[in-house]
């Protein structure tokens, strides 16, 4: 038997066979390094990448202690933003298949408080949410940690950055003392050193190789005049042509510029960060999601959390400032064995930045000449269009209503219809963009469940 082999572990069987099932066959490394100890009840601070399986690391550990027959809150995970946490409640509940009616929670800011104390009502087993909405539960009384056993930090590192130092320690301040308590972050900066040291006890740290493979990202990086840095990210992107890319910037300004200059160029870009309101980044995201968005235009903050999948390019608008963070960007691209490409512009003020990624690296960075590759022809169009619908949840609206009206009685093939996302009041699908016209006359003049709704395209 592989010393990374699940069955290694001791689980309770009906979880084994659920695992298997998901194809989680063998343990990734942060799995193999933390679950162990996390199994053992020890406190831990581990520090891995994105895409490198720590959600199932510590999703596994907090479900193999839950007693299914107790209604109260026995986990919580915090998380810095509410897609993070959106998607670390689905996969927990992915884990959870096997056992007896586990509830998974999902508490953060942007949407009403009534609903959120209705379901804490009736109990939950795990609590997933961000760091704001928590503490405002605490303060109701609406969520009661008494029967907490293990407490996890997803993404510490950024939530510190986002200003979340004395939210996490007034929530770890009213947890249980006798608790377990999980820590896990890209990058080790002080101030989570400083976390560790007042509310972890005697954790046992655990660090997973944080490079990636040549062979599976290529990295470029190309220097550039500061002045001209908007027309080489125009220029760069048109001559390598992603079909998806994720262009990092430093700042919130500097965000909405790039976005607005590659819109002048008749892209479809859109950019994401910390002001937008909750509806219009839900919009955002679920265009990028859906691949009628190509290029997101995001700050770190913003950016983290988000698992997209293929995600063909990463573009770094400006070198971070911690190389570990830009070891993190490049790390969107390339997941799941798929080959990625991470792209970098470099001013001559930030040669120092260059320095110590290629030193953190340890091998030296590939530098290539802006007008290097062809250009191709045409503005970079994404193959699919989105359509919104005025309408979601709170409308009883399903995947499944919307796919009928589309497809139904000679309607557009399903093949040429893409992702369904729905939210409480509007719901986004995407068409293929030949079919865009033919897809929006249909939703217009037709019905949804027999009733009319209004419909826009993006």
Same mark, same amino acid.
């Given at each position: ?10 689980? &309770? &069987? ?42 199932? !690391? ?16 026995? !986990? ?19 884990? !959870? ?91 080790? &900066? ?35 005049? &500061? ?70 235009? !995001? ?24 190389p570990e963070v830009h070891v993190h960007r490049v790390g969107r691209s390339g997941r799941a064995g798929e080959k990625g490409l991470a792209l970098s512009l470099v001013a001559p003020a930030e040669a120092a930045r260059a320095q110590a990624i290629e030193t953190l690296q340890g091998r030296p960075l590939r530098w290539c000449e802006l007008d290097d590759a062809p250009s191709g022809n045409g503005p970079l169009q994404p193959p699919m269009v989105t359509l919104c619908i005025a309408g979601g949840r709170k409308d009883k609206l399903r995947p499944g209503d919307i796919l009928g009206a589309l497809t139904g009685d000679a309607g557009i093939p399903g093949t040429q219809v893409g992702k369904i996302a729905i939210f409480d009041f509007q719901a986004y699908v995407a068409v293929e963009r030949g079919v865009a016209r033919q897809a929006l006359k249909r939703l217009v003049e037709g019905r949804i469940k ?9």
């Amino acid at each position: 038997m592989s010393a990374t082999a699940f069955s290694t572990l001791s689980l &309770p &069987p009906a979880l084994l066979a659920n695992l298997d099932s998901l194809g989680y066959h063998a343990m990734t490394p942060i799995q193999a390094a933390a679950l162990p100890v996390i199994l053992a009840g020890r406190d831990l601070i581990a520090q891995a990448k994105t895409g490198s399986g720590k959600t199932a !690391a510590f999703g596994i550990g907090l479900l193999a202690p839950l007693n299914p027959r107790f209604f109260g809150c026995q !986990a919580l995970v915090l998380c810095p933003t509410r897609e993070l946490a959106d998607q670390v409640a689905k996969e927990i509940r992915r884990l !959870a298949r096997a056992a007896d009616n586990i509830k998974v929670l999902t508490l953060c800011g942007g949407v009403p408080l009534g609903p959120q104390i209705g379901s804490l009502e009736h109990g939950a087993h795990i609590v997933v949410g961000t760091p704001g909405r928590i503490q405002e539960h605490l303060r109701k009384g609406s969520l009661n940690l008494d029967g907490l056993n293990t407490l996890v930090l997803d993404e510490a590192d950024r939530m510190l950055d986002m200003g979340f130092y004395d939210s996490i320690a007034d929530i770890l301040g009213q947890a249980p003392a006798r608790r377990q308590t999980l820590l896990f972050s890209a990058t080790y &900066p002080a101030a989570i050193e400083q976390l560790a040291a007042a509310f972890l006890r005697t954790p046992q740290r655990v660090t997973v190789e944080s490079q990636h493979d040549d062979a599976q990202i290529e990295q470029r990086f190309y220097e550039i005049d &500061p002045r001209q840095r908007l027309d080489a990210v125009g220029r760069l992107l048109l001559q390598v042509r992603p079909a998806s890319c994720v262009a990092f910037c430093q700042t919130r300004q500097q965000c909405q510029d790039v976005a607005a200059h590659l819109q002048g160029l008749g892209m479809a870009a859109d950019a994401l960060h910390g002001d937008l309101e909750q509806r219009d980044r839900d919009q955002v995201l679920a265009m990028f999601a859906n691949r009628s968005l190509s290029v997101l235009v !995001a700050t770190d903050v913003a950016a983290r959390g988000l698992d997209i999948a293929g995600l063909e390019a990463v573009l770094n608008v400006e070198l971070s400032r911690d190389p570990e963070v830009h070891v993190h960007r490049v790390g969107r691209s390339g997941r799941a064995g798929e080959k990625g490409l991470a792209l970098s512009l470099v001013a001559p003020a930030e040669a120092a930045r260059a320095q110590a990624i290629e030193t953190l690296q340890g091998r030296p960075l590939r530098w290539c000449e802006l007008d290097d590759a062809p250009s191709g022809n045409g503005p970079l169009q994404p193959p699919m269009v989105t359509l919104c619908i005025a309408g979601g949840r709170k409308d009883k609206l399903r995947p499944g209503d919307i796919l009928g009206a589309l497809t139904g009685d000679a309607g557009i093939p399903g093949t040429q219809v893409g992702k369904i996302a729905i939210f409480d009041f509007q719901a986004y699908v995407a068409v293929e963009r030949g079919v865009a016209r033919q897809a929006l006359k249909r939703l217009v003049e037709g019905r949804i469940k027999g009733r009319a709704f209004k419909v826009r395209t993006l």
